[in-house]
């Protein structure tokens, strides 16, 4: 069986994320790229065996994944609603009218579209309603792939959690906070949520690399004692108490994380964001994993250098995989030229095997 499918990485890593295409089921060709990032292939097998494989081994590189056995010629014109609207009715015997499901709708290139992505969402969604299936945009547990290009367009229907990210495109965006110090912060809450971490709302956390505090300010916010290690200054902000009758929450320690790291108290929570060479700072990880509470977990970004991302990146990994169990790593949509690794303590997952 021949199946369309559309796969989605950063620009930057298009290749390794092709080669896990590639390797998750060999025969997969790719056609071409849409967009850059953004890649059209068949693959030798049925979608579910795709998604299967790569649920079960997760990518590090491949963001998103979506079906697209629809595909439809455009010309830029009202009648595309009409069009499209005729042809995802096609897929209606895949629909689960007993699951909530939802309409995700993103475009590529430089059209200019005479409709918006919230008119093909309600226009597909109501048809798919139609037939009784519940809509459900925040907690969908099906959905409608819609991917356009000036010319024509993919559609595709799948289970959310087949899709890899349950966004367009793996495309997670969150709201700018009030006091937010920088957009490094999104990393740790996209991390939080693709690898189901919840952090605790009270104990000891540190914070390896922490200037200026974004990650620091989020951990405080929630409750958390910080404390805070990098020779730069941190933002004033995350020094002051969360409330005007609390004490400080946050300690900075202005030195390396090398001179840091030696007798100190268990951490219920490790980040590490340090500006170093991955595998330099996955050795750091090993030394502060004794510090980590049986029950904790840590979370950290491996920093890719342009050439050799792959076998840096899987250096790094073996690297932490001698004193840690590996509970995920993934290119984020937050992530630039790194890769978010969470991890837990390796001798308490023995315990619990």
């Known amino acids: 069986m021949n199946t369309p499918i559309l796969f ?7 290749d390794l994320a092709w080669n896990e295409l590639r390797a998750a089921l060999p025969g997969t060709r790719l056609e071409r790229w849409l967009t850059p990032g ?7 097998g049925t979608w579910r065996t795709l998604a299967d494989t790569l649920i079960s081994h997760p990518p590090i590189f ?5 079906p697209a056995p629809l595909h439809i010629p455009l010309e830029l014109a009202p009648d595309d609603l009409e069009i499209l609207d005729h042809y995802a009715r096609d897929l209606l015997l895949e629909l689960d009218t007993t699951r909530p499901f939802s309409v995700q709708t993103r475009t590529l290139g430089e059209g200019r579209w005479p409709y918006a992505r919230f008119d ?38 799948s289970l959310t959690h087949e899709n890899l990210s349950d966004w367009a495109g793996g ?7 009030e006091g937010q110090i920088s957009r490094a912060e999104f990393k740790l809450l996209e991390a939080l949520e693709v690898f189901g971490l919840e952090l605790p709302t009270e104990g000891l956390a540190l914070d390896m690399g922490a200037a200026p505090g974004g990650w620091t300010r989020i951990l405080a916010g929630r409750g958390l004692r910080v404390i805070a290690v990098d020779p730069a200054e941190l933002d004033p902000r995350v020094l002051a108490p969360m409330y005007p009758s609390a004490l400080p929450s946050v300690t900075h320690i202005r030195t390396i994380v090398e001179n840091y790291l030696s007798a100190r108290e268990p951490f219920d929570l ?5 500006r170093m060479d991955a595998r330099d700072s996955a050795r750091v990880m090993l030394m502060a994993e004794k510090f980590l509470k049986p029950k904790g977990f840590a979370v950290m970004t491996l920093k890719l250098p342009e050439r050799g991302m792959g076998e840096v990146a899987r250096a790094a990994l073996r690297i932490l995989g001698s004193g840690y169990s590996i509970l995920g790593a993934r290119q984020l949509f937050h992530n630039r030229d790194e890769v978010t690794v969470a991890l837990a303590s390796l001798a308490e997952m023995k315990k619990a095997a």
Do not use: Y
């Open 8 to 14: 989605t990485t950063q620009s930057n890593t298009a």
């Open 38 to 44: 953004v890649g059209l292939a068949r693959v030798e």
């Open 171 to 177: 495309e997670r965006r969150f709201k700018r906070e």
């Open 270 to 274: 490790i980040l590490n964001d340090m």
């Open 62 to 66: 491949i963001r998103h994944l979506c």
């Open 120 to 157: 093909i969402n309600n226009r597909l969604a109501a048809a798919l309603a139609e037939w009784g299936a519940p809509l459900d945009i925040q907690h969908p547990e099906q959905i409608l792939s819609v991917t356009l290009t000036p010319t024509e367009a993919f559609l595709g229907l």
